[in-house]
C-alpha cells in the first residue's frame, strides 16, 4: 500500500523559515517524480515545486530563490526548505508521487504565515 506522510508544518513569522518533509513508503521511491503542491481556502491545488527521479528541480515562479526541494533516496523522503515565507505562502501543502499513470497523495500540513 502505497502512503505519503508529511511533517513540518506550522506557525511561522513573516520572513522565517520552515522544512516540510514526506515520508514514502509502498513505492520504489527513486523511480517516482515528487512534487510540493499547496491549496489556499477557495483556491485549486497548485504545484510549488517538483524534482524528479533523476533529480532535475522545477518551481513556480512565485517561490523561486525561497524555496528548494530536494530528496534522499536512502530515506524514501522529499523535502522542502522553505524560506523568506509570506503570508501569500499560507496553504495546506500536499506530498504527492507520480510515475507514469500512477499519482499518490499525501493527507497534507498546514503552513500559516502570520504575526
Known amino acids: 500500500q502505497v502512503q505519503l506522510v508529511e511533517s513540518g508544518g506550522g506557525l511561522v513569522q513573516p520572513g522565517g523559515s520552515l522544512r516540510l518533509s514526506c515520508a514514502a513508503s509502498?513505492?520504489?521511491?527513486?523511480?517516482?517524480?515528487m512534487g510540493w503542491y499547496r491549496q489556499a481556502p477557495g483556491n485549486s491545488r497548485d504545484l510549488v515545486a517538483v524534482?524528479?527521479?533523476?533529480?532535475?528541480?522545477n518551481y513556480v515562479d512565485s517561490v523561486k530563490g525561497r524555496f528548494t526541494i530536494s530528496r534522499d533516496n536512502a530515506k524514501n523522503t522529499v523535502y522542502l526548505q522553505m524560506n523568506s515565507l509570506k503570508p501569500e505562502d499560507t496553504a495546506v501543502y500536499y506530498c504527492n508521487a507520480q510515475r507514469r499513470a500512477t499519482t499518490t497523495w499525501g493527507q497534507g500540513t498546514q503552513v500559516t504565515v502570520s504575526s
Open positions: 509502498g513505492i520504489i521511491f527513486d523511480t517516482y517524480a
Open positions: 524534482i524528479t527521479s533523476g533529480g532535475s528541480t
